[in-house]
């Protein structure tokens, strides 16, 4: 029997919906996988490293900003990918370099190996792993979509909470070239099969239909719902014609370029505050779990409020917390700090997900998201480095989270305009072909 028909006959076999498979596969690689290469747990590493390998913190940083340059450049083919072949291969994939790079960077003594490295890596955060989980998750669910991408997103950062503890108990106890091996081996057994065993494209290439909205129900969107054959989807060339396309693209380089420039450099601002290491790790477990319940009453909200508001109100909070933890000099100031921007932060992990499969459909989503993502690594990777080279000419992060935080107020006061583009002239149907 094929993987195909092995997983076909799951689907019918199974007491409930196939959609939770996928759900669950996702939130694994979530998990475990993705957070080995996210700027918190590198921020664990920052230390360690840039005084064993003799680097400055703005080229550190620049590994992170590089790897982003590389998903720039592959998101549209990774999009382009998910939407004909599904986000198995894609996911199983990224999960497998996640992991060998993370092996091969317990061994790095150049400086040249280290950013090789860790920007492949990153680029398959970024890149495959971010658009084939969150894009299989939104095919597969639309009356559900808010509250599944919302456990996603707790997946996620529970692994993010926990991996930049776990990396700093293991460097506290051997070393920081043991804590990549660690995290390495553990995200090649936990992250590559799954994918290719258990995930699917769409649930019409199983024969199943998905969880539309019945009429009495209104759409995603505010609007008239969708039947149940047939379900509005935009190509990408009518999306970049939307004006909400390029707000939203715009505010999500934003509040990301504060994720990352943030989330990178917090332990080592706390450090440099005169906080101790063990306060900083607890700093940075508390930004990153902060973003599971920040998610979640997020996505409660998103089926009641309109979704540009809240994008609005996740760029203030996130400005909130980044201009908290410029001030912070102590763990409770910190912790604060860290749970108002983690807390933003899931938001925006929730919400700009959801709103691109909400206004633009399923049929184009990877193709959509994938000219989209590249906006967004744009301001991923400018943070880090921005922060970066300020903290080298000044020896401080005041000014850089101040930056930070401004800019995300501009861009969360023009996302509130970005109102649900009116339906494309040709609806699309729910199966989306091939």
Known sequence: MTVRGWQARLARSLPF???????????????????????????????????????????????????????????????????????????????????????????????????????????????????????????????????????????????????????????????????????????LVVAVLPALLLMRRRPEDMGLEPDLYSPQEGGPSGGAAPGPAVEYGFTLGQAVLTRAFWLMAVFSAAGYMVQAGVSLHQASHYLNQGMSGFSAAVTVSVFAFSQVPGGLCWSALARRVPLRYLLALTGFTVAAGAVGAAASSTLLEGGLAAAALGAGVGGLHVLLRLAWADYYGRRHLGSIRGVALPVQIGGQALGPVIAGFMFDATDSYWIAFVVFASAVSVAALLVSSAAPPAAPAEPGPASGGG
């Open 17 to 187: 919906y196939y959609g939770w498979v996928i759900l669950l596969v996702s939130a694994v690689t979530s998990y475990s996988s993705r957070p080995v290469m996210a700027v918190a747990t590198l921020s664990i590493f920052l230390v360690p490293m840039t005084a064993d390998l003799g680097l400055s913190r703005g080229l550190f940083s620049s590994a992170v900003s590089l790897g982003g340059i590389c998903a720039v450049a592959v998101s549209p083919v990774v999009g382009w990918w998910i939407d004909r072949r599904g986000a198995g291969t894609m996911v199983a994939a990224g999960g497998a370099l996640v992991g060998f790079c993370a092996i091969g960077l317990a061994f790095v003594t150049q400086s040249w190996a280290f950013l090789l490295l860790y920007l492949v890596g990153r680029m398959s955060f970024a890149s495959p792993l971010e658009l084939g989980t969150s894009t299989a998750v939104s095919n597969w669910f639309i009356r559900r979509r808010p509250a599944a991408l919302g456990l996603l997103n707790g997946s996620q950062g529970t692994g993010l909470a926990l991996m930049p503890f776990v990396a700093h108990l293991i460097i506290v106890a051997w070393d920081w070239r043991v804590a990549w091996m660690s995290l390495g081996l553990y995200t």
